[in-house]
């Protein structure tokens, strides 16, 4: 999920081999049947930071967090209104450089946008509210602008409940939503990913497949399907893995009564199945950004950069510290 109080909550087989994804070549695109296997990238340069995540508010203060972890890749959370447009993103691009840090996407939040229990999500989030869908549109452009003047190539966010029918109005204005922003990016080399949480892998699927135009990616969050009650993260990433551009890493508890949505816990303490996603994303040949979205801080009290280097340690003894 996106950095709007996240605390609460956030394969496709081939016929031969496993669909490989090269987020940094073409992050739409995957490698099919057979190939020479690739060296993997060392842990530490895999893992990275949802920006709002270090619980700084200025850019520059949370890029220096990232560094003093150790780590050099982020997702960009939203930033003050003055980064999105040309001045403010050559800023952040300076900055970016500055740090030597690389930023793998960015994410849209759409004012208004409330993750209080699902039918707050319902009426809030994402392309949903139907009155709401122009204007959002229009910022989310803004926020391919953004990524496209600092260098990213991937764009995140939450498209909101879909509806159950394929034939509803609400659905069928959705995918022309989210198909023309996938034009618009795709016409400044960016990808349009969306993040799983509302909806099971079987019907996110469906929806990409309809949606015309540029192909739409997925921002895998392997805690999301857990805090809906929806679905089993590992089962839902075999089914999604070949459209996976990046992962935020993340783990919760499912929802305590009907409505509501799931706690969000330290990595390895809830039912996301972190361990088992990141296996099969590392026995899959997935080369690309694993994103720390943690905000367990705000509810234990305790450091912000203490619980990302706790999140860090558990994905390096996941996978094999290569580094």
Not at 11 to 39: H, I, K, M, N
């Amino acid at each position: 999920m996106p950095d709007v109080h996240l605390g609460r909550f956030a394969v496709r087989s081939t016929r031969a081999a496993v669909l490989l994804v090269a987020l940094a070549a073409s992050p739409a695109s995957s490698a099919r049947g057979a190939e020479a296997p690739r060296p993997q990238a060392k842990t530490s340069e895999r893992i990275g930071v949802f920006l709002r995540c270090t619980g700084e508010e200025e850019p520059r203060k949370a890029l220096a967090a990232v560094t003093s972890l150790g780590l050099s890749r982020v997702q960009v959370s939203r930033l003050a209104d003055r980064y999105y447009t040309p001045e403010g993103a050559q800023e952040l691009a300076a900055s970016l450089a500055e740090a030597g840090i690389r930023s793998d996407a960015v994410v849209v939040v759409f004012d208004g946008e409330s993750y209080r229990d699902q039918e707050a999500v319902l009426r809030t989030v994402g392309f949903r509210p139907a009155g709401l869908r122009p204007p959002r549109v229009d910022y989310a452009r803004r926020c391919v602008d953004l990524a496209a003047a600092i260098g990213t190539k991937v764009v995140t966010f939450h498209v909101g409940f879909l509806p159950r029918a394929p034939g509803d109005p609400d659905y069928r204005d959705m995918l022309q939503a989210v198909g023309d922003v996938a034009a618009y990016a795709a016409g400044k080399k960016v990808t349009l990913s969306l993040e799983t949480g509302q909806e099971t892998a079987e019907d996110l699927a469906a929806f990409l497949d309809a949606v015309k135009g540029p192909r739409v990616g997925v921002n895998f969050d392997t805690a999301n399907l857990v805090l809906y009650g929806l679905d089993q993260p590992a089962r839902a990433l075999e089914k999604l893995l070949g459209r996976v551009t990046s992962v935020h890493v993340k783990d919760g508890l499912p929802p305590a009564a009907p409505g509501q949505l799931g706690r969000e816990v330290r990595l390895g303490e809830g039912q996301a199945q972190v361990a088992e996603c990141l296996r099969l994303l590392d026995r899959s040949g997935f080369d690309g950004p694993l994103i720390i979205e943690n905000y367990v801080w705000r509810d234990l009290g305790t450091r912000p950069l203490d619980e990302l280097a706790r999140s860090r340690d558990f994905i390096r003894a996941q996978l094999g510290r290569r580094d």
